[in-house]
């Protein structure tokens, strides 16, 4: 199978660690999306990354789908427990959500300085602070979200803090997030998570 990714996307990352914690024989496919000749575009009809390419020409796209065809192939990174489960869905959707805003951000500061939104700039920046609050409150005193250790809830808290270090770094996380920083040093040791740290990729200039 093909992955078709882009190196600062922090959703490319949840489904790139998932694939490699998993031990699922893959490809990574470098794309930009932004750019003409995206390949992206030819696979999926909303031409977004990560973009999953089967072994019999099946595509999936969109980072929860593709986790959820991954579990259903190999699970083990959501709990069986109901409760614990939905805890792993609400974790993900604010980590997500906090994602969101900051490339919202990044998107409004390339347009010209006098035409960025200072209101729409504050209510993202409301909603990442929000849910780093959010994320931090959440973590159990075993530094995990549930009792199943490393699973989904996980992958993608560390992948939108590595996202926030990437394009929202003046924001100190780390000050405001004890609990958070402590499970982000403690996988960042961990090979899925060092292989897939994410770097800037160039992103055309509003016209």
């Given at each position: 199978m093909k992955l078709f990714i882009a190196t600062p996307s922090p959703f490319a990352r949840k489904a790139r660690v998932t694939l490699l914690e998993k031990q699922i024989p893959h490809e990574i496919v470098i794309d930009n999306p932004w750019q003409p000749a995206s390949q992206v575009k030819g696979l999926n009809p909303l031409a977004k990354i990560p973009t999953l390419v089967l072994d019999d020409g099946r595509v999936i796209h969109d980072s929860k789908v593709i986790f959820e065809y991954l579990e259903l192939e190999r699970p083990g990174y959501l709990p069986q427990d109901k409760r614990e489960k939905i805890i792993h869905r609400l974790v993900e959707v604010?980590?997500?959500?906090?994602?969101?805003?900051?490339?919202?951000?990044?998107?409004?500061?390339?347009?010209?300085?006098?035409?960025?939104?200072?209101f729409w700039l504050s209510r993202q920046a409301d909603k990442i602070r929000a849910g780093v609050h959010e994320l931090e409150q959440k973590i159990l005193p075993s530094g995990t979200f549930t009792s199943l250790g490393l699973g989904l809830a996980e992958i993608a808290t560390v992948c939108a803090l590595g996202y926030l270090d990437l394009r929202y770094a003046d924001?100190?996380?780390?000050?405001?997030?004890?609990?958070?920083?402590?499970?982000?040093?403690?996988?960042?040791q961990r090979a899925s998570f060092l292989q897939t740290v994410p770097t800037v990729q160039e992103v055309p200039a509003n016209r």
């Amino acid at each position: 199978m093909k992955l078709f990714i882009a190196t600062p996307s922090p959703f490319a990352r949840k489904a790139r660690v998932t694939l490699l914690e998993k031990q699922i024989p893959h490809e990574i496919v470098i794309d930009n999306p932004w750019q003409p000749a995206s390949q992206v575009k030819g696979l999926n009809p909303l031409a977004k990354i990560p973009t999953l390419v089967l072994d019999d020409g099946r595509v999936i796209h969109d980072s929860k789908v593709i986790f959820e065809y991954l579990e259903l192939e190999r699970p083990g990174y959501l709990p069986q427990d109901k409760r614990e489960k939905i805890i792993h869905r609400l974790v993900e959707v604010v980590a997500d959500g906090v994602c969101d805003a900051v490339v919202m951000t990044f998107l409004e500061n390339q347009r010209p300085e006098g035409s960025r939104s200072q209101f729409w700039l504050s209510r993202q920046a409301d909603k990442i602070r929000a849910g780093v609050h959010e994320l931090e409150q959440k973590i159990l005193p075993s530094g995990t979200f549930t009792s199943l250790g490393l699973g989904l809830a996980e992958i993608a808290t560390v992948c939108a803090l590595g996202y926030l270090d990437l394009r929202y770094a003046d924001y100190n996380w780390r000050s405001d997030a004890p609990n958070l920083l402590k499970l982000f040093d403690g996988l960042m040791q961990r090979a899925s998570f060092l292989q897939t740290v994410p770097t800037v990729q160039e992103v055309p200039a509003n016209r």
